[in-house]
């Protein structure tokens, strides 16, 4: 991963219970990963609560996807699968403070584990 340089900003996260300028209270961010089995049918979710749970999961979701399919349960497959978080109230895909996506974020651990 990138290395980070002494002038990029720290992104602060407010306290629990904090206003924002509105009134209206904070609510930290929420993470869930989502999952394709099989493309084109939609995506299921389920909530993880950190980074390191998402990897776990995903990696073990495409891991039983390829079991699925060396066990011929499956002829073939075609996944799709990533992270979202909460911004605003609304989902959207996660990046890092790198702005690298979940995908890269694996791969590099991968890589880096030989």
């Known amino acids: ?3 980070k340089t002494p002038n ?3 992104k602060l996260k407010p306290k629990a219970g904090a206003k924002k300028a509105d009134g209206t209270a904070y609510l930290p961010p929420k993470l869930r990963v989502w999952w394709v089995p099989q493309v084109p049918m939609p995506a299921f979710y389920t909530e993880v609560k950190d ?3 998402a990897i776990f999961l995903l990696t073990a979701l495409a891991n039983y996807d390829i079991f699925q399919y060396e066990q011929k349960v499956k002829g073939d497959y075609c996944n799709a ?4 978080v909460t911004e605003d109230g609304e989902w959207v ?3 890092n403070e790198d702005d690298y996506g979940i995908d890269e974020v694996m791969r590099e651990i991968e ?4």
């Not at 699968?81 to 979202?84: E, N, R």
């Open 1 to 3: 991963m990138k290395q």
């Open 8 to 10: 990029q900003a720290v």
């Open 51 to 53: 980074v390191n749970e």
């Open 81 to 84: 699968g990533g992270l979202q």
């Open 93 to 95: 895909e996660w990046v």
């Open 111 to 114: 890589e880096a584990n030989g």
